[in-house]
């Protein structure tokens, strides 16, 4: 896949991923959609890694899209984590 695939992947991987997790993040729509594109990276190495297999096959396989959303959900959750708590501080 390009770039350009990996970044709309990214986008809309951060999308979803604030979707499922709604909340005030510390961050705007920008911060989200660099979530977004780090998780979608992210995951594909946790599956690669992890599990021994290619999840970053094609742009419209299933495999791909679980991977960077479950790559940006544990971006997201960090995220909230380190900036929540400097917010606070």
């Not at 992947?9 to 989200?32: E, Q, S």
């Not at 979530?35 to 396989?61: Q, R, T």
């Not at 959303?69 to 984590?81: E, T």
Request: glycine share 18%; charged share 10%.
């Amino acid at each position: 896949m390009g770039i350009l695939a990996w970044i709309l992947i990214g986008l809309l991987a951060g999308i979803i991923a604030k979707a499922l997790m709604p909340g005030r993040d510390p961050g705007g729509i920008i911060i989200t959609m660099l979530i977004g594109i780090a998780g979608g990276l992210l995951g594909g190495w946790l599956g690669k890694v992890i599990f021994g297999v290619d999840s970053i096959d094609g742009f419209f396989d299933l495999s791909t899209w679980i991977a960077a959303i479950v790559g940006s959900l544990i971006l997201l959750v960090l995220y909230r984590l380190v900036a929540g708590n400097r917010r606070h501080a």
